[in-house]
């Protein structure tokens, strides 16, 4: 009798060990991953870790700026969700990399002006002030333009003002993430970015967004790829996403909503 008991209960044991098994594969399968611009790190990460909470499901997201993200679909990135800027996104959809039809805007972001946490507040308020304040500047730092959104405009500002090969000796250019952390490191002086990339960084305050007619806002937009292997999970959480204690996790970071 001892035997057969220790026969059912190692059989037990084992089936149990498989329904685990099969449940842990079952999570991993429904995991939502994401390739996205950084413009909506604050917020998105905000979002999904409060998703993952309410669902259970775990999201991946790997940031980048938009032109790396563009290079990266191009060789066949895997993902379930593409977050870029809308017209991006129509490029990529236009290319085959984004599910027809299943985009939608996240919120719209303006460039603006950092400087360090303790420094003056520059007079950016119209474009020949923007000029002063930026031959003013021992130096200045933005994402490189044919990485980022917020670069490449910004490389066209410095042309429309005149002053582009003035201020080259003084340009630092990043390469992705959050441009403006050498400004609150006290290493340059002003930073331009996305609003939405200033906000989330300790050390610095904005000064504010680009004056017109220099100024750009950018919508960015989440799209299903074309590739997703969990298509009914990302659905889900571009439902999660629209609901509106979500919408203000973003007015929180900086963004306009729909």
């Known amino acids: 009798m001892d035997a057969i008991l220790k026969k059912l209960a190692a059989s037990l044991a084992a089936a149990l060990l498989c329904a685990t098994s099969l449940a842990s594969l079952a999570a991993h399968a429904a995991d939502i ?21 309410s669902s259970g499901q775990h999201i991946a997201v790997e940031y980048a700026p938009v032109g790396s993200l563009m290079r990266g679909l191009a060789q066949g990135a895997q993902q379930d969700a593409i977050v870029l800027s809308a017209e991006t996104t129509a490029d990529a959809e236009a290319k085959g990399w984004v599910a027809p039809a299943s985009s939608f805007a996240l919120g719209t972001v303006a460039v603006g002006v950092a400087v360090r946490d303790n420094a003056p507040i520059p007079d950016i308020s119209t474009p020949e002030k923007l000029k002063q304040t930026l031959l003013a500047a021992k130096s200045i730092i933005y994402i490189a333009p044919d990485k980022g959104t917020s670069g490449k405009h910004f490389a066209e500002v410095l042309q429309r003002l005149g002053i582009a090969e003035q201020m080259q000796a003084r340009t630092t250019l990043a390469d992705g993430g959050y441009a403006v952390e050498p400004v609150a490191q006290g290493k340059v002086e002003l930073g331009i970015q996305q609003i939405t990339e200033i906000l989330p960084v300790p050390g610095v305050k904005l000064v504010g967004p680009l004056p017109e007619p220099y100024g750009k806002t950018t919508v960015y937009a989440m799209a299903l790829s074309a590739n997703a292997k969990n298509p009914a999970a990302a659905r889900a959480f571009f439902a999660y996403l629209r609901r509106a204690e979500v919408r203000r996790i973003f007015i929180g970071k900086g963004f306009q909503v729909p």
């Open 33 to 53: 991953t994401i390739y996205s611009a950084g413009a909506v790190k604050a917020a998105l990460n905000e979002a999904a870790a409060a998703y993952e909470k």
